[in-house]
């Protein structure tokens, strides 16, 4: 299973709440075998996406660390 590093295009803040790496689940779910994950923690964002699967936002906030993630331009719808 392939997995991308996201962009961080902000670092998390240290005063930022987040949830525990257990409690974190995905944003995405796909039907493919490429996971979109955290460029600075590594959390699962974007889980098992397809080819021609395509996001709708340009960046997201992580749950788990609050760093700020761009997708690749190619996979934004």
């Known amino acids: ?3 991308i590093v996201l962009k961080v ?3 998390p803040s240290d005063t930022a709440r987040h949830q525990t790496p257990q409690s974190v689940r995905p944003l ?3 039907n493919g075998d490429a996971d979109y994950v955290c460029g600075h923690c590594a ?3 974007a889980a098992g ?3 021609t699967q395509h ?3 340009d960046t997201t906030i992580c ?3 609050g760093a700020e993630n ?3 331009p190619e996979l934004r719808a």
Do not use: H
Request: neutral net charge.
């Open 49 to 51: 996406m397809g080819p």
């Open 43 to 45: 959390a699962v964002i």
């Open 9 to 11: 295009t902000n670092p």
């Open 70 to 72: 761009e997708f690749p």
């Open 63 to 65: 749950s788990t660390c």
């Open 55 to 57: 996001f709708m936002i």
């Open 1 to 3: 299973m392939p997995v």
């Open 28 to 30: 995405f779910r796909g």
